[in-house]
T-cell receptor, first 115, second 116 residues
Framework: DSGVTQTPKHLITATGQRVTLRCSPR?????VYWYQQSLDQGLQFLIH???????AKGNILERFSAQQFPDLHSELNLSSLELGDSALYFC??????????????FGPGTRLTVL | DQQVKQNSPSLSVQEGRISILNCDYT??????FLWYKKYPAEGPTFLIS?????DKNEDGRFTVFLNKSAKHLSLHIVPSQPGDSAVYFC???????????????FGQGTILTVHP
């Protein structure tokens, strides 16, 4: 158990819908990262938040957005869903800031299926 | 553009022998490297990391070697155990124009099977 929790574990929805994925980082970790793992793309970085502020963006679609709240949990919002958005979405957390290297600890993931 | 590559999709070894997993990278800005292990339906689990100022880091049965000139790293597992059977990902991070070190760039993974 990494200490990172993600809900829900599974999500099945239809095209055009909007969903929210939730992540709670390990106690004491200030950084939260979101990754997408699809069959053909592997693990792809989406976005990084540190203590409530966005720090870096990867190849995140404009239909996707995220935020980190004062209690440090984070939500990833996916809207106007398409079939190709079906994937595993992982959240990770670390102690580190942008200037410090530290390992990231991953949650169990949310499996999103868009029908 | 795949900046981190694991060219072997799979590796099969006998219990007790050494497993060697390889990873190549192209971006010279990477300066921190990590190995993760992943079981089906679970998130990646951190195994071991190495900074670019070192060429070796050891933790129990796991050793990571870094060859900066060749932009190559490897993970050695000795002795291999059946419970090590999983997908292994190498990942890299670094300073990209002042933005977050935190972004990890992953390889495609290598499926390790350890036979009893």
């Amino acid at each position: 158990d990494s200490g990172v929790t993600q809900t829900p574990k599974h999500l099945i929805t239809a095209t055009g819908q909007r969903v929210t994925l939730r992540c709670s980082p390990r106690s004491g970790d200030l950084s939260v990262y979101w990754y997408q793992q699809s069959l053909d793309q592997g693990l792809q970085f989406l976005i990084h938040y540190y203590n409530g502020e966005e720090r870096a963006k990867g190849n995140i679609l404009e239909r996707f957005s995220a935020q980190q709240f004062p209690d440090l949990h984070s939500e990833l919002n996916l809207s106007s869903l398409e079939l190709g958005d079906s994937a595993l979405y992982f959240c990770a957390s670390s102690v580190g800031t942008s200037g410090r290297r530290s390992e990231q600890f991953f949650g169990p993931g949310t499996r999103l299926t868009v029908l | 553009d795949q900046q981190v590559k694991q060219n072997s999709p799979s590796l099969s070894v006998q219990e007790g022998r050494i497993s060697i997993l390889n990873c190549d990278y192209t971006n010279s800005m990477f300066d921190y490297f990590l190995w993760y292990k992943k079981y089906p339906a679970e998130g990646p689990t951190f195994l071991i990391s190495i900074s670019s100022i070192k060429d070796k880091n050891e933790d129990g049965r796991f050793t990571v070697f870094l060859n900066k000139s060749a932009k190559h790293l490897s993970l050695h597992i000795v002795p291999s155990q059946p419970g090590d059977s999983a997908v292994y990902f190498c990942a890299a991070s670094g300073n990209a124009g002042g933005t977050s070190y935190g972004k990890l760039t992953f390889g495609q993974g290598t499926i390790l099977t350890v036979h009893p």
